[in-house]
């Protein structure tokens, strides 16, 4: 191809590289005397390959921004099927894996108002990573492949359930082949602003489906846990656009860029971009993810206290301080202080007290829930009610234990609702769901109606809700709630919830999001 003309004017200079259904090649244009590139269509892609290639760049082209690599033409020749597209100098933006807080912020709002600007023309990028992103000589990006871009309204090509895009930056609605909106890119630049700002991915595995599953289902790592010097409020602003749930998400890319500005306002300007050099374009582990570091180095947990109890708080906070694995952010005797503190410091795990004059802990988990989803909370506390400790599950807590539990037990629950499980510890899990739990229970496992039925008892609901919510007969709830019980063993329908949340039949993730 080298040397060749095609359309008699696109004189093709240097081969650029290859990717999965096209080749790229730098040309010049010899009618208007410029540099462009062309895509060259693999001629034994599919036909619905084929299709997608000239139905998304006609959408594609529809796009000028200075931020967003723009397209001339898409033309035929022969069996050459090719785009000419403009040709951009610079430094893919994996030179900048890892960078400053700054850069991040820099980059990281030009990529996001560029995606606005698609949007705004109804077009979703779907495949937004490093690889598609160049840096320029004066620090302007440009979003490069907008080979998966597709209207809003188009009708993919594709067959039914396909997922399209690069697994390790897909949202998991993507994941999942479910409709898409402008926040599954979101979320995809999510996972590129995590990458620059720790060296890793969130999520890594050896074959896709377990990729896919870790998208979909596992929270990621706190990138201050892997770069201890990253300002809080970008911490913040990286795990809110990787939000599982996109309604959690920023709900545009613009209140992700002025997110983003805000989290780090003495971001350098364009110009004061440096253009990485063989010393600053270092990668830190390239393939590994953020949950793989985390087996090596475990920083230190950042805990909050809440208790109205003054010696019992000290004592907590003299006992996690002596061990290096944890560090006490702040200490609060209330419920309003507590509150202000998660939001100010966005702690790993938040120890509460329900039980506080003014505002207690249930007053205040769901504002914590809201306004910051990923503080872990651990309630600690004398009420060993069944109903109690559904209430606080219900209401955003993430594990429950009493204030007779020992010591080790203590440290166990927080590191395990540190790495996402739900915590009964055996103060709940042996004295109340234990005692609760019949010996007859079979364990065999529940049919996805006893399953929604349990989700909704969880959620606080009693039968009449739970058939009108769930469209079923009430004599039908009742007697799945009935088989439930007898399969689990559980005396009550509390118990039952319980048992189901602890032996994962259904989650935490289920309960918070009703």
């Known amino acids: 191809m080298i040397g060749r003309k095609l359309h008699n004017r696109y004189q093709i200079q240097e081969h650029l590289g290859d990717g999965s259904t096209a080749t790229v090649y730098k040309a010049v244009d010899t009618r208007l005397g410029r540099q462009v590139a062309l895509k060259v269509l693999l ?27 723009a397209i001339y033409d898409i033309a035929e020749e022969n069996d050459l099927n090719f785009l000419v597209v403009e ?19 820099q980059l990281g709002a030009q990529i996001a108002l560029a995606l606005q600007y698609a949007h705004s023309r109804s077009v979703i990028h779907r495949d937004i990573k490093p690889a598609n992103i160049k840096v320029t000589q004066d620090g302007q990006i440009k979003i490069m492949d907008l080979g998966l871009a597709l ?12 997922v399209i895009g690069t697994p390790a930056y897909l949202s998991p609605e993507q994941a999942q082949g479910l409709t898409l909106d402008n926040r599954t890119d979101i979320y995809s630049l999510g996972v590129v602003l995590y990458e620059m700002a720790t060296g890793h991915l969130p999520f890594d595995a050896d074959e896709i489906p377990a990729l896919l599953l870790q998208q ?29 749930n996109p309604a959690r998400r920023f709900q545009s890319c ?37 949950q793989a570091l985390l087996q090596r180095r475990k920083p230190a947990i950042r805990v909050l206290l809440a208790d109205d ?32 503190q998660t939001l100010a410091t966005l702690p790993d795990v938040l120890l509460l007290d329900l039980n506080m004059p003014g505002k207690g802990g249930l007053d205040i988990l769901p504002s914590v829930r809201a306004e910051a989803p990923n503080v872990k909370v651990l309630v600690l506390t004398g009420r060993e009610e069944e109903w109690y400790i559904m209430r606080a599950l219900r209401a955003g807590a993430h594990g429950y234990i ?113």
């Not at 040709?87 to 912020?105: D, I, K, M, N, Q």
């Not at 979909?216 to 599982?244: F, G, S």
């Open 43 to 69: 001629p034994h892609v599919r036909e619905a390959t084929r299709k997608r290639f000239f139905q998304e760049a006609s959408a594609a082209a529809q796009l000028n921004h200075p931020n967003i690599m």
């Open 87 to 105: 040709y951009v100098e610079g430094f893919p933006l994996s030179h900048y894996v890892p960078t400053s807080a700054e850069v991040v912020v």
């Open 151 to 162: 209207p809003k309204q188009a009708t993919r090509v594709t067959a039914d359930g396909m």
């Open 216 to 244: 979909v289902k596992q929270p990621p790592p706190p990138p201050r846990l892997i770069a201890p010097d990253m300002p809080v409020e970008l911490e913040r602003v990286i795990l809110k656009a990787l939000e599982k």
């Open 254 to 290: 613009e209140a992700l860029a002025n997110a983003l500005k805000n989290a780090v306002p003495n971001a350098p300007t364009e110009e004061a971009i440096a253009p990485p050099t063989p010393d600053t374009a270092t990668y830190i582990r390239p393939t590994e993810s953020g």
């Open 309 to 340: 109890h003054t010696i019992l708080r000290r004592t907590l906070a003299s006992f996690l301080e002596s061990h290096d694995e944890y560090v006490v952010v702040g200490e609060a005797p209330e419920g309003e202080t507590a509150l202000k």
């Open 402 to 514: 009493l204030k007779s539990a020992d010591e080790n037990e203590l440290l166990d629950s927080i590191q395990k609702v540190t790495q996402g499980q739900l915590v009964l510890g055996q103060g709940v899990a042996e004295r109340i769901v234990g005692g609760l739990i019949g010996s007859g229970g079979s364990q065999s496992k529940i049919s996805e109606q006893e399953r929604q039925v349990l989700l909704q008892v969880a959620a606080g609901l009693e039968n009449a809700d739970i058939a009108r919510v769930l469209q079923l007969p009430l004599p039908t709830v009742i007697e799945s709630l009935a088989q439930a019980m007898n399969k689990l063993g559980a005396k009550d329908r509390n118990a039952a919830a319980l048992h189901a949340l602890r032996e994962g039949f259904i989650s935490l993730e289920e309960l918070h999001d009703l």
